[in-house]
Nanobody, 123 residues
Framework: QVQLVESGGGLVQAGGSLRLSCTAS????????VGWFRQALGKEREFVSG????????YYTDSVKGRFTISRDDAKNTVYLQMNSLKPEDTAVYYC????????????????WGQGTQVTVSS
């Protein structure tokens, strides 16, 4: 049974930083990719960032480029999302998700999801 557990959310002032973690368990993840998504109140879930667990690299939506950095620790089966220069519009529930193959921006392509972690950025 694949499980994804997110942590690291919280309340931060604008301009501050948070680091989200997504730890996966239940199988080997070679050939898989992890995506970070967020859903603000009343809005659709949107892609934020993604990384291949085989090849690395990083993909970002335009609104977070230069502020967010995705990375992975293979030994811990964990993917991180370092979020700097946070803005009130980054406020949302952040989810990590897992899919076989490469990073895709659409939510429907991901098979496994975590429970989400709340990020609130005050102005």
């Amino acid at each position: 049974q694949v499980q994804l557990v997110e942590s690291g959310g919280g309340l931060v002032q604008a301009g501050g930083s948070l680091r989200l973690s997504c730890t996966a368990s239940g199988r080997t993840f070679s050939g898989y990719s992890v995506g970070w998504f967020r859903q603000a109140l009343g809005k659709e879930r949107e892609f934020v960032s993604g990384i291949s667990l085989t090849f690395g690299g990083g993909y970002y939506t335009d609104s977070v480029k230069g502020r967010f950095t995705i990375s992975r620790d293979d030994a811990k089966n964990t993917v991180y999302l370092q979020m700097n220069s946070l803005k009130p519009e980054d406020t949302a529930v952040y989810y990590c998700a897992l899919r076989p193959g490469g990073v895709i921006f659409g939510t429907s392509y991901y098979d496994y999801w975590g429970q989400g972690t709340q990020v609130t950025v005050s102005s």
